[in-house]
């Protein structure tokens, strides 16, 4: 069955660190794939969409990579700032239109 | 803040009792999706309305039923409520079904069943 790992355990980072986080996944063909932001008791903020043909995206201090031979996005913010402490959901989706979400991975920025 | 609104922010109920949840979407989207998030765990996809027709179902019974209004609100109704039921109910609203168009999601209605 179609599978979205992402890391169940938080990730700990110093401020002004990058923070990378994974999403993998299998026996799913996606034609893109989102990443969301989440605070506790809010709904989800959408980030960034890259299509299975593109390499990376950036937008500001965020970068998203995706390997579709690996099966694997990967989720970075440079100069961490405490501010960006928050639940990161990443969603795949093979063209419905209709999103798949991972469980999240929490991180948090120490100052 | 991304416009959508939904209420009740909180709810509880018994098992076996019926709920309707509301959405009010982002001005100018004519679709809404929702989804139930189970604490600890990614929003997993109920269904979608693009005006007023279901245009996707996820892997729920018939008890959840939805509505789509012509001014593009929507209701989720939760009939003969289990206690697995209990979640925090996102809709999210989009300007149109059928492309990569941003989701703007609620603040999300926190059912507890008892």
């Known amino acids: 069955s179609q599978k979205i790992e992402q890391n169940s355990e938080a990730l700990n980072i110093q401020e002004g660190k990058t923070a990378t986080l994974t999403c993998n996944y299998t026996n799913y063909s996606p034609a893109y794939l989102q990443w969301y932001r989440q605070d506790p008791g809010r709904g989800p903020v959408f980030l960034l969409l890259i299509r299975e043909n593109e390499k990376e995206k950036r937008k500001e201090r965020l970068k998203v990579t995706f390997d579709t031979t690996l099966k694997q996005s990967l989720f970075h913010i440079t100069a961490s700032q405490p501010a960006d402490s928050a639940t990161y959901l990443c969603a795949l989706d093979r063209g419905s239109y209709i999103p798949t979400f991972g469980r999240g991975t929490s991180l948090i920025v120490h100052p | 803040e991304t416009g959508v609104t939904q209420s009740p922010t909180h709810l509880i109920k018994t098992r076996g009792q019926q709920v309707t949840l509301r959405c009010s979407s982002q001005s100018g989207h004519n679709t809404v999706s929702w989804y139930q998030q189970a604490l600890g765990q990614g929003p997993q996809f109920i269904f979608q309305?693009?005006?007023?027709?279901?245009?996707g179902r996820g892997n729920f019974p018939p008890r959840f039923s939805g509505l789509q209004f012509p001014n593009y609100s929507s209701e989720l109704n939760v009939n003969a409520l289990e206690l697995d039921d209990s979640a925090l109910y996102l809709c999210a609203s989009s300007l149109q079904a059928g492309e990569e168009s941003e989701q703007f999601f609620g603040p999300g209605t926190r059912l507890t069943v008892l």
């Open positions: 309305y693009y005006r007023e027709e279901e245009n």
